[in-house]
């Protein structure tokens, strides 16, 4: 890889990116929190939200400022050694087009997805502050259907987790043999 302005070169070793996406509401964040102790020594965990800042938040071409940070931010810690799980809402059409999708030898992507009654409950017990009403969880369950309609056409697919009946525990174990397996063959 060539510094554009001095020619510098330098070489970059591409790694893998995984995607654990899906609605709010369905777990992410928590599930994240709790793969550390299993992942931390092979795998940098990443909340996606952490970067969701006033600077970041223009809605232009999908939030592409947000996007590339993000993507930028995971190439330069794989270069460690140790690949990245973004924790966020993101899917294929929104990071593949991207040039700084080629930082990456591949994208996986893994949705935790729940029934729709409860991923609405579970929405509407959020704080006040989070600004859940219901028509931003009407919102957020039209894309959650849309997600588990369309995930297997999607490039490049994206495989379903249901967290209904899982606990976080349960959730995590789960995710983590999702992330070991893809890794080993990466």
Same mark, same amino acid.
């Given at each position: 890889?060539?510094?554009?302005?001095?020619?510098?070169?330098?070489?970059?070793?591409?790694?893998? +990116? =995984?995607?654990?996406?899906?609605?709010?509401?369905?777990?992410?964040? @928590?599930?994240?929190?709790?793969?550390?102790?299993? !992942?931390?020594?092979?795998?940098? !965990?990443?909340?996606?939200?952490?970067?969701? !800042?006033?600077?970041?938040?223009?809605?232009?071409?999908?939030?592409?400022?947000? #996007? &590339?940070?993000?993507?930028?931010?995971?190439? &330069?810690?794989?270069?460690?050694?140790?690949?990245?799980?973004?924790?966020?809402?993101?899917?294929?059409?929104?990071?593949?087009?991207?040039?700084?999708?080629?930082?990456?030898?591949?994208?996986? =992507? +893994?949705?935790? @997805?729940?029934?729709?009654?409860?991923?609405?409950?579970?929405?509407?017990?959020?704080?006040?502050? #989070?600004?859940?009403?219901?028509? #931003?969880?009407?919102? &957020?369950?039209? =894309?959650?259907?849309?997600?588990?309609?369309?995930?297997?056409?999607?490039?490049?697919?994206?495989?379903?987790?249901?967290?209904?009946?899982?606990?976080?525990?349960?959730?995590?174990?789960? !995710?983590?043999?999702?992330?070991?397996?893809?890794?080993?063959?990466?």
């Amino acid at each position: 890889m060539a510094c554009q302005s001095c020619g510098h070169e330098q070489e970059f070793a591409p790694q893998p +990116l =995984y995607c654990l996406v899906g609605p709010s509401g369905t777990g992410k964040s @928590t599930v994240g929190r709790a793969l550390l102790p299993r !992942v931390s020594d092979r795998f940098v !965990v990443l909340e996606q939200d952490v970067l969701w !800042v006033p600077e970041l938040r223009d809605p232009t071409d999908h939030h592409r400022a947000f #996007r &590339t940070t993000w993507l930028r931010l995971a190439a &330069t810690i794989g270069q460690s050694g140790r690949p990245v799980l973004l924790c966020g809402t993101v899917v294929p059409p929104e990071l593949e087009p991207l040039p700084e999708r080629t930082l990456f030898s591949q994208v996986h =992507y +893994l949705a935790l @997805t729940c029934h729709a009654d409860v991923l609405a409950a579970r929405l509407r017990t959020r704080p006040a502050w #989070r600004e859940w009403d219901e028509p #931003r969880i009407a919102e &957020t369950l039209e =894309y959650a259907a849309w997600l588990e309609r369309d995930a297997a056409t999607l490039d490049p697919p994206v495989e379903l987790l249901d967290t209904t009946e899982r606990s976080i525990d349960e959730t995590a174990a789960a !995710v983590h043999e999702w992330l070991t397996a893809r890794h080993h063959r990466d």
